[in-house]
């Protein structure tokens, strides 16, 4: 079993929809919950970061973590195709672990 | 501050030939990774590097070796290249623990054919 799991997709969304992105983990070890951003040829940067369980808003973007499920979500209100990405899901205990990335385009 | 850099860019080797990549943050950031990015497999760690004279394995090392002889370098050694190494590899810093963000260079395209 992976330490993270993550749908590859592709989403395919229209402007202003909301998206959800969501990844499970196995290691109950996991303190750290990051959600990377990775535009065609780039290297991922980091969106959002959290440490506990509850949500985290930062504008459009809301990252939502639930330990007791093992379950994180990224929520992106109002997208925008700028938003057009992959995001990969992230945690880390001792190590750090990435999940495979979902591939997200929002269609203008 | 450029951040984390890596050299070269694009590259296509035969089979059997050897190559280095270097990557460079100016960060003074103490950790080091090197990924490689498959599609559908995410990014992979090769090896890492928790301080200058360091390293150690990650979950794909095998075909390659590393060095971090500098805090600012670390370098990735590939001695006699394969097929399956064909790759977009990713270097990553950060300031120093895995709880940190880690910061990534831009990749290097490899082709090895």
């Known amino acids: 079993q992976k330490e993270v799991e993550q749908d590859p997709g592709p989403l395919s969304v229209p402007e202003g929809a909301i998206v959800s992105l969501n990844c499970t983990y196995s290691?109950?070890?996991?303190?750290?919950f990051m959600w990377y951003r990775q535009y065609s040829r780039k290297g991922p940067e980091l969106l959002m970061y959290?440490?506990?369980?509850g949500n985290k808003e930062d504008g459009r973007f809301t990252a939502q973590v639930d330990k007791s499920s093992k379950y994180i979500s990224l929520f992106i209100r109002d997208s925008q195709p700028s938003d057009s990405a992959t995001y990969l899901c992230?945690?880390?205990?001792?190590?750090?672990?990435f999940g495979t990335g979902t591939s997200l385009t929002v269609i203008p | 501050n450029a951040g984390v850099t890596q050299t070269p860019k694009f590259r296509v080797l035969k089979t059997g030939q050897s190559m280095t990549l270097l990557c460079a943050q100016d960060?003074?950031?103490?950790?080091m990774y090197w990924y490689r990015q498959d599609p559908g497999m995410g990014l992979r760690l090769i090896h890492y590097?928790?301080?200058?004279?360091?390293?150690a394995k990650g979950e794909v090392p095998d075909g390659y070796n590393v060095s971090r002889l500098k805090k600012q370098n670390f370098l990735l050694g590939l001695e006699s290249a394969a097929p399956s190494q064909t790759s977009v590899y990713f270097c990553?810093?950060?300031?120093?623990?895995?709880?940190?963000?880690?910061?990534f260079g831009p990749g290097t395209r490899l082709t090895v054919l």
């Open positions: 959290t440490y506990s369980s």
């Open positions: 290691n109950s070890a996991f303190q750290y």
């Open positions: 590097s928790v301080g200058e004279g360091t390293t």
């Open positions: 960060m003074n950031h103490e950790y």
């Open positions: 992230a945690m880390s205990g001792n190590q750090f672990y």
């Open positions: 990553a810093s950060t300031p120093g623990s895995s709880a940190d963000e880690q910061f």
